[in-house]
């Protein structure tokens, strides 16, 4: 977007302003050549929008007392510039002063561009967002908004099978918007991961390396991108990488309870602990209003596994509590902490209740393909065999 602003102004100023066009734009900022330019100039509007609310929000907040006022009027790329106590639209300034301008929004509005934008799809009720908005891009929002809430719980394929068709839907709508193809990979990462055996698990893994290598490439920046880019190459065995990739997503959204989730798994199956745990505080946040329910489970296994029994039976129940998954994973952990905790009759009482309801359930077989190293899978079974629990033979998750 600073790019984007440089451009438009400094053409401006050279008495180009005839010649700013999304067609200009297209090729002149982004670089994309006459093939391209077709399937490109939806996101110069889409930019152009993005950079309007932002100089908006610079010009209320840090910018206000400024002396120019740089414009960006709908309906087209070229900027105007309002000086005066009342904002009146006067010609164009100075280069001197404008150029002063555009440093200061720059400088100052860019650590705002940097920090807030391509963060989740905006809320509806942002009118000045909407109005900046074409309709299928509010269509693909809408549907991703709707797709991320159908992905938890993990284990649930039931669930996951509309989630990928939502955001199928979301990339028809709007082939320009990440948000469809971040959303297919993460999708697409637990349904191989889920079904590891299957013949179509690889086919499945190479589909979201290419929907989350595509949701970073229009959206470089996007926490969601970010994260279902690391959530691939978690899968692909890249632990390094999905560890960076995690760490960018939740630095620049930190409090967004999806990329926490995906953040927490990564964390806990490349045997992060300490990670995970550092983040209590942020997911107890989170769970009081009402999300991040799988980081929650995420901070009861890191807690089993360095030994803190009781904080973690604590913690699964607060979660479950609140309305978290409770499904086989979250039961086995609870089983194993109970036994480990001394309380053996409760330990017991969850082992039949395990094999009553999921019977077939892959435990061992899904946990040692998640987690970078088998012993805590080992001290997870062995607490939970010492309960009463059989391992099972499944062929199959559903």
Known sequence: MQSFLSYVVTEALAGRTDEIRAKT?????????????????????????????????????????????????VGSYAPEFLTGANGGRR???????VGAVLGAVALGGGLYFATTSNGPAPHLGDQSTIY???????????????????????VDLSRLRPAL??????????????????????VETMLAILQFWDSGAEELLGAADDNSAHALELAPDAPWALSARAWSEFAAGHFDKATDLTRRATDTAPNDPHIAEFDALISLYTLNFDRVLSNAGRYQ????????????????????????????????????????????????????????NGDQAEARRLADIYAKTWPNFPLVALKRRVFADSAPVQELTSAMRAA??????PTTTE
């Open 91 to 97: 010609g164009v300034p100075s280069l001197y002063l």
């Open 165 to 186: 068709l939502v955001f199928e839907t979301a990339k028809q709508r709007d082939p320009l918007y990440f948000c469809g193809y971040a959303g297919a990979a993460q």
């Open 25 to 73: 734009i297209a090729m002149d900022v982004y670089g994309y050549d006459a093939d391209d330019l077709s399937r490109r100039e939806g996101v110069v509007r889409v930019d152009a929008g993005r950079v309007r609310r932002k100089l908006k929000a610079y010009y209320a907040g840090e910018g206000s007392s400024d002396p120019v006022v740089i414009s960006l009027p």
């Open 285 to 340: 946040k989170m769970a009081e209003q009402g999300g991040g329910s799988v980081a929650g489970n995420a901070l009861g296994a890191a807690q089993f596994h360095t030994g803190d029994y009781a904080g973690s039976i604590r913690v699964f129940e607060d979660t479950i509590a609140r309305g978290g998954p409770f499904g086989p994973i979250s039961t086995a952990y609870l089983m194993a902490a109970h036994w480990n």
């Open 132 to 154: 900046d908005v074409s309709p299928t891009r509010v269509e693909a929002m809408n549907l991703c908004n709707a797709g991320r809430d159908l992905i938890f719980p993990v």
């Open 388 to 393: 009463g629990w059989v391992k099972a033979e």
